[in-house]
């Protein structure tokens, strides 16, 4: 009976080993403009900011995911893994992560498509990565998450917003943002929404006067 158990107890244990290996060894994709985990599709990730992190672990401007499902509570704009400990696989650094800040960081030329590469002016020109943007450097500024701005202007990674006032522009947090008279969310602008009574109530919701929103979608 005892020689019985052992082979039990090693059987279930290679399979519970078999099962972590096959979860790790899947990754995230990102192909036309979704996400995915393997090969599910990973509903709501933002293509724009994602990024893979390493072992099951990755996160966009919204979300901390892990195996492809959402770590619930987890602020995205300061999660880190922690340093491997000595004598594990590297894995990371063969897809390109390197140590940073006591996690791991992504070179830029490793980013998701259409990640963040940061936006830089000079006296003359400002500039998205290697992209010339038509915008006035004297008054041009970051305002972090992807957006920045110029007295006349809103850009959202390097892309124009339509419409939006650049001298009123603000950041309201969780994605949202607003002028004198529009709502965007991760730079597409909510019809409808009143940006006069618009206000940010957390975990990807809001409301105005009229109307309830969840990341950006009227609810009904």
Do not use: C
């Amino acid at each position: 009976m005892e020689k019985k158990s052992i082979i039990q107890k090693s059987l279930l244990f290679l399979l519970l080993m078999g099962m972590a290996t096959m979860s790790y060894a899947q990754r995230y994709t990102v192909n036309q403009g979704r996400v995915y985990f393997g090969n599910e599709h990973i509903r709501n990730a933002d293509p724009r900011t994602f990024v893979d992190l390493g072992n099951g672990y990755a996160k966009d401007i919204n979300n901390v995911y892990k195996a492809g499902r959402i770590l619930e509570y987890v602020d995205p704009s300061t999660f880190r893994l922690k340093e491997p400990h000595a004598g594990r696989r590297q894995d990371n650094y063969e897809q390109g992560y390197h140590p940073y800040e006591g996690g791991y960081q992504p070179y830029e030329d490793n980013w998701a498509p259409g990640a963040h590469r940061g936006y830089f002016k000079t006296t003359w020109n400002v500039y998205y990565g290697d992209k010339k943007l038509d915008a006035m450097p004297s008054t041009f500024q970051d305002l972090g998450g992807g957006y920045a701005k110029d007295s006349f202007n809103v850009f959202y990674y390097g892309e124009k917003i339509k419409g939006a006032n650049g001298s009123t522009f603000t950041i309201l947090g969780g994605g949202y943002s607003k002028d004198s008279f529009n709502v965007y969310y991760l730079g597409d602008k909510i019809q409808g929404a009143y940006a006069s009574t618009f206000k940010v109530l957390g975990n990807g919701y809001a409301e105005d006067s009229f109307n309830s929103y969840y990341r950006g979608r009227k609810l009904k």
